[in-house]
């Protein structure tokens, strides 16, 4: 159906030099995570959903989720909430403050969210979702995108009613989740719900869900149709998968990390958020990377049960350092 190999992907203005996206993960799509997913070869990184409210409120506060820097940029940055002028109005500011595309959460099912009817309220409250895409389309002339769920719940699975909704206000792509609010992450992502999304639009239709693995890019691309694809979850210690799928892609071999170039980017990851969040929040910050990190490694338990004892950054720089250097020596002699 496809020519997966040399697939690019044109939002509007910005053209990517392929396919894949990192999906927004909240509490973890930093800037150092995001410029590791991007130098291994993600074309489009996105900022953690970030409150209008608090963009326009309380600059101070928002100014850490949206630090960037030239070499992550082309940047989306993705905002909430349920106001149309205020998103309007947050959405002119991360304009100014340079981002190159503006994303809006129809999504988010943490009941906090929900409860102030913004992310995945809104799939219940379409007339309000297209007042709010409206606001922010005259608001903004950089490409705009919506990311959304199939549905609130099973019984209410209206995206192609939203997805026909934000092409018509002029939403420039759209970025579809396989799964309801109510759904969660029990049920596998329904991949048959991106594939009649992308059949029905004429903007790019991303899909998003269960791509953990660099095997799965090619098959969903040659399944759903889509233009690009959104990796979440598989990106958590595992920065490498955007350059295994673009292999894939190009039906390469997918070119598993060493383990030196494992330890080398870890202790790079670890430097850059300390230098970014200070020494006491960015090892606090840094423990749950190094979980995912060390996922599947032999040795792992007795590694990650210390993690929590580590004081000082050369401390866990030298654990890392020990922790690899003992796998390599195991590896030799086993
Ligand atoms: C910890 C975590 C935080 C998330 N934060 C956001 C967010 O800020 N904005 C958003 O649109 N989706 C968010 N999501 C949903 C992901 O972007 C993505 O849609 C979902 O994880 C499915 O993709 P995956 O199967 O590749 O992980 C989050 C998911 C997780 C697990």
Same mark, same amino acid.
């Given at each position: 159906?496809?020519?997966?190999?040399?697939?690019?992907?044109?939002?509007?203005?910005?053209?990517?030099?392929?396919?894949? !996206?990192?999906?927004?993960? &909240? $509490?973890?799509?930093? /800037?150092?995570?995001?410029?590791? +997913? %991007? @130098?291994?070869?993600? *074309?489009?990184?996105?900022?953690?959903?970030?409150?209008?409210?608090?963009?326009?409120?309380?600059?101070?506060?928002?100014?850490?989720?949206?630090?960037?820097?030239?070499?992550?940029?082309?940047?989306?940055?993705?905002?909430?909430?349920?106001?149309?002028?205020?998103?309007?109005?947050?959405?002119?500011?991360?304009?100014?403050?340079?981002?190159?595309?503006?994303?809006?959460?129809?999504?988010?099912?943490?009941?906090? !969210?929900?409860?102030?009817? &913004? $992310?995945?309220?809104? /799939?219940?409250?379409?007339?309000? +979702? %297209? @007042?709010?895409?409206? *606001?922010?389309?005259?608001?903004?002339?950089?490409?705009?995108?919506?990311?959304?769920?199939?549905?609130?719940?099973?019984?209410?699975?209206?995206?192609?009613?939203?997805?026909?909704?934000?092409?018509?206000?002029?939403?420039?792509?759209?970025?579809?989740?396989?799964?309801?609010?109510?759904?969660?992450?029990?049920?596998?992502a329904d991949w048959e719900v991106i594939a009649r999304v992308k059949a029905r639009l004429r903007i790019p239709v991303i899909g998003n869900g269960?791509?953990?693995?660099?095997?799965?890019?090619?098959?969903?691309?040659?399944?759903?149709?889509?233009?690009?694809?959104?990796?979440?979850?598989?990106?958590?210690?595992?920065?490498?998968?955007?350059?295994?799928?673009?292999?894939?892609?190009?039906?390469?071999?997918?070119?598993?990390?060493?383990?030196?170039?494992?330890?080398?980017?870890?202790?790079?990851?670890?430097?850059?958020?300390?230098?970014?969040?200070?020494?006491?929040?960015?090892?606090?910050?840094?423990?749950?990377?190094?979980?995912?990190?060390?996922?599947?490694?032999?040795?792992?338990?007795?590694?990650?049960?210390?993690?929590?004892?580590?004081?000082?950054?050369?401390?866990?720089?030298?654990?890392?350092?020990?922790?690899?250097?003992?796998?390599?020596?195991?590896?030799?002699?086993?």
């Amino acid at each position: 159906m496809i020519a997966d190999c040399q697939k690019t992907l044109k939002i509007a203005s910005l053209e990517l030099a392929n396919p894949l !996206v990192l999906a927004p993960l &909240s $509490g973890i799509s930093d /800037l150092p995570f995001r410029l590791l +997913a %991007k @130098e291994q070869g993600c *074309a489009l990184v996105c900022t953690e959903m970030t409150s209008a409210e608090g963009i326009i409120r309380n600059w101070k506060a928002t100014e850490r989720l949206l630090r960037s820097c030239p070499e992550e940029r082309p940047l989306a940055v993705q905002i909430f909430g349920s106001r149309p002028e205020a998103m309007a109005e947050a959405a002119k500011i991360v304009e100014g403050y340079g981002a190159d595309l503006v994303d809006i959460n129809m999504g988010c099912p943490v009941r906090k !969210v929900v409860r102030g009817g &913004s $992310g995945a309220a809104l /799939l219940r409250d379409v007339e309000r +979702a %297209k @007042e709010i895409i409206q *606001a922010v389309r005259k608001a903004i002339s950089l490409p705009l995108t919506i990311k959304i769920r199939s549905g609130w719940d099973e019984k209410s699975m209206n995206f192609l009613e939203m997805a026909r909704m934000a092409e018509g206000c002029g939403v420039n792509a759209l970025t579809v989740h396989g799964r309801t609010r109510t759904q969660g992450y029990a049920v596998k992502a329904d991949w048959e719900v991106i594939a009649r999304v992308k059949a029905r639009l004429r903007i790019p239709v991303i899909g998003n869900g269960d791509l953990t693995s660099p095997s799965a890019i090619p098959q969903f691309f040659r399944q759903t149709g889509c233009d690009g694809a959104m990796i979440g979850r598989g990106a958590l210690g595992n920065p490498w998968i955007f350059r295994q799928a673009l292999n894939m892609l190009q039906s390469k071999p997918p070119a598993e990390p060493s383990l030196e170039e494992k330890e080398a980017l870890i202790l790079r990851h670890l430097r850059m958020v300390v230098e970014m969040r200070g020494e006491d929040h960015g090892l606090k910050e840094f423990r749950k990377h190094l979980i995912w990190y060390t996922r599947g490694l032999r040795g792992n338990a007795q590694f990650r049960s210390q993690i929590p004892l580590w004081k000082s950054f050369s401390e866990v720089v030298g654990r890392i350092q020990e922790y690899f250097q003992n796998f390599k020596s195991s590896y030799l002699f086993s």
